[in-house]
Antibody, heavy 127, light 107 residues
Framework: QVQLQESGPGLVKPSETLSLTCAVS?????????WSWIRQSPGKGLEWIGY???????NYNPSLKSRVTLSVDTSQNQFSLRLTSVTAADTAVYYCARDRLGGGSLFTGYSHYFDFWGQGTLVSVSS | IQLTQSPSSLSASVGDRVTITCRASQGISNYLAWYQQRPGKAPKLLIY???TLQSGVPSRFSGSGSGTDFTLTITSLQPEDFATYYCQQLNTYLGGTFGGGTKVEIK
């Protein structure tokens, strides 16, 4: 059974960079899955941040694209999130998740679902 | 693509049948998933491809729909089902979104 575990600072200052890592166990980041980050602001709903494939392919939420970088480290079996120029609006629980392809085609686009999730880590943005 | 869930909350009793609706702002075929989130926990995948039950999920959960209108049904609500439910779509070209959530509370 795949397990994911987020790690990183719980407090980040405004205008600085938020960096999180997701360690994968019971499976390999080099398998045919994508790896996503999702966040949830306190008391709010869920927001998809983006996904990364082991080849380096990425896809980001347009609302965050200018500030987000996702990467994979196959040697460490983990993937990472960097979010620059953070503000209080970036305070949230950040989840990493295994992202599985559903149906679709190159013409219509492929669908994705999140079948395994980390427990989540709260990141607060405050001075 | 926006996903609109209704209702945003509901009260029900153990044993009740519960139906939650998710409407997409444009057609998404059957590319929709449903998740359950208990307080303080990560979401859990219940259903994908609109109607396919994820392995290990009880059969009292079912999903239906295609295009823009989708439904999650829980037959015979159990105590552990009181939680918040989200629909979700993610398309390579159109990005990913979640519905606003439906909180199922005890009546």
């Amino acid at each position: 059974q795949v397990q994911l575990q987020e790690s990183g600072p719980g407090l980040v200052k405004p205008s600085e960079t938020l960096s999180l890592t997701c360690a994968v166990s019971g499976g390999s980041v080099s398998e045919t899955y994508y790896w996503s980050w999702i966040r949830q602001s306190p008391g709010k709903g869920l927001e998809w941040i983006g996904y990364v494939y082991h080849s380096g392919i990425t896809n980001y939420n347009p609302s965050l694209k200018s500030r987000v970088t996702l990467s994979v480290d196959t040697s460490q079996n983990q993937f990472s999130l960097r979010l620059t120029s953070v503000t209080a609006a970036d305070t949230a629980v950040y989840y990493c998740a295994r992202d599985r392809l559903g149906g679709g085609s190159l013409f219509t686009g492929y669908s994705h679902y999140f079948d395994f999730w980390g427990q989540g880590t709260l990141v607060s943005v405050s001075s | 693509i926006q996903l609109t869930q209704s209702p945003s909350s509901l009260s029900a009793s153990v044993g009740d049948r519960v139906t939650i609706t998710c409407r997409a702002s444009q057609g998404i075929s059957n590319y929709l998933a449903w998740y359950q989130q208990r307080p303080g926990k990560a979401p859990k995948l219940l259903i994908y491809a609109a109607s396919t039950l994820q392995s290990g999920v009880p059969s009292r959960f079912s999903g239906s729909g295609s295009g823009t209108d989708f439904t999650l049904t829980i037959t015979s609500l159990q105590p552990e089902d009181f939680a918040t439910y989200y629909c979700q779509q993610l398309n390579t070209y159109l990005g990913g979104t979640f519905g606003g959530g439906t909180k199922v509370e005890i009546k």
